[in-house]
């Protein structure tokens, strides 16, 4: 049965007029809108844009790493730095900048509350508008703190993928060309790289950019700690 048909006979077709269902089907996800119509085709389904695409990542990557080869010293060519340089600075820029902005403004909250404290209990009597600018900077820290936090995380997975999509490429077309002997001596090797490997590189920067600033944070808190 056509898609249309059934769309109407279950009542979800582009001509209802449900005031709960409409604004769902047709703004919540178009291929919704356009399935209630006709049967979905390839296009409909969009296209990746170029840095999320495996096609452009191997070759990008492909590049980068026979420049490393190229080092006649094999205890210097590095992976990661291959990896950065076919990223490019851009998204572990981003993601540490913000990184560092949500840790800001969490630890900008202790200071606003003990001011504000501070004044409840007499001990440091404030303004009536500067109580009510406190109040709302802590509002406000509480979401930057949430939105940082959250697009730093997004830029890191961003940069992940293009990590993964790179490697996935390059580690495919390396198996495709191993010859039948050497395909059955490695296959469990390759798969281990495929579902392993792989994603323990592409989340390496995120967790080293979590570490690196631990220390920082706990030395940040016991600071705290003994201010009060």
Not at 9 to 24: I, R, T, V
Not at 72 to 86: F, H, Q, T
Not at 210 to 216: A, G, H, S
């Amino acid at each position: 049965m056509d898609p249309a048909e059934v769309a109407k006979e279950h009542n979800f077709a582009s001509g209802d007029k449900s005031l709960l269902l409409d604004p769902m089907l047709h703004n919540l996800n178009p291929l919704y809108r356009i399935g209630n119509m006709r049967s979905l085709e390839r296009e409909d389904m969009g296209t990746l844009s170029p840095g999320m695409s495996v096609e452009e990542n191997e070759k990008i990557l492909a590049r980068t790493w026979a420049e490393e080869m190229k080092n006649p010293n094999k205890d210097k060519r590095s992976l990661i730095r291959a990896l950065l340089k076919a990223s490019g600075p851009g998204l572990l820029f981003q993601g540490v900048v913000l990184y560092v902005l949500s840790l800001a403004s969490k630890y900008a909250f202790p200071y606003l509350m003990d001011a504000i404290l501070s004044h409840v209990s007499g001990e440091n009597v404030l303004e009536g508008t500067t109580i009510t600018i406190l109040t709302c900077m802590i509002l406000v820290t509480s979401f930057v703190t949430s939105l940082t936090q959250q697009h730093s995380d997004l830029a890191f997975e961003k940069l992940g993928t293009n990590m993964r999509t790179g490697l996935m490429g390059l580690v495919f077309n390396k198996a495709t060309k191993l010859s039948p002997v050497a395909r059955a001596e490695n296959d469990g090797n390759t798969e281990v790289i495929f579902e392993n490997d792989i994603n323990f590189v592409s989340l390496f920067l995120l967790f080293l950019c979590k570490i690196v600033f631990t220390p920082i944070q706990v030395a940040f808190g016991f600071y705290l700690a003994y201010q009060q």
